[in-house]
């Protein structure tokens, strides 16, 4: 079955004391912000050729290298719209989902995330409702999806250890095909900062 799929890459903008708290006290205000920038530099270039469209969703604008970084590889720059996160990947999924078939939403946190982890999710959904990308710390690090409740989103305590299943007993409820692909590490706190080079990433 072929199906249009748009990508959402939701991110904060890089800003010095705004971003990556828990790596401050390792890295700076400055560190955590270039770290931050390199992780969404990443994302961008991920390797996207089968998606009808791409956005880049920031919480604030985008400084000029990065917004034409962004529009250099094809993806177009959004802001956020307002609520918590679950409103706001509810609201871009909807919005998605207005234009394609299906919309996968993923974050610039798990630099494992790589194209083959994008196609086996998008393969995925030719035959599931939903897809999740576990991530280590709970959470996920992926979801696609080709319909929409607003279950999934509502009353999560996002951040913790309980996001995940706590979605997947939603979907059970809502009787919708999903599946999990395998689970990726993300970069949180300064004990994930030695694996950046497991992915080429080197601090300066």
């Known amino acids: 079955m ?19 708290p828990r790596l401050i006290s390792a890295l700076g205000e400055d560190g955590a912000c270039d770290l931050q920038r390199l992780l969404v530099e990443r994302a961008l270039h991920l390797p996207v050729d089968g998606f009808q469209d791409r956005f880049l969703w920031l919480d604030e604008g985008p400084d000029e290298a990065l917004g034409a970084m962004a529009e250099a590889c094809g993806w177009a720059v959004v802001e956020q719209p ?10 871009i999924a909807t919005l998605g989902l207005c234009a394609t078939d299906a919309v996968i939403l993923i974050g610039n946190d798990s630099p494992a995330l790589d194209g083959d982890y994008l196609q086996a999710a998008c393969e995925a959904l030719r035959e ?11 959470d996920y690090a992926l979801l696609g999806l080709r319909r929409l409740d607003p279950s999934l989103f509502e009353a999560i305590p996002w951040g913790c250890e309980d996001v995940l299943p706590i979605t997947c007993e939603r979907l059970r409820r809502l009787g919708w095909k999903h599946c999990l692909l395998p689970c990726l590490w993300g970069v949180e706190g300064p004990e994930d900062l030695l694996r950046l080079s497991e992915v080429g990433i080197c601090l300066r």
């Not at 307002?82 to 609201?91: H, I, P, S, T």
């Not at 599931?128 to 709970?138: I, K, Q, S």
Request: proline share 8%; aromatic share 0%; no cysteine.
């Open 2 to 20: 072929s199906l249009s799929i748009s990508l959402h890459l939701l991110a904060h903008a890089p800003a010095p004391g705004q971003v990556k």
């Open 82 to 91: 307002a609520g918590d996160l679950g409103e706001r990947m509810r609201r």
């Open 128 to 138: 599931r409702d939903v897809v999740l990308g576990p991530a280590e710390h709970g």
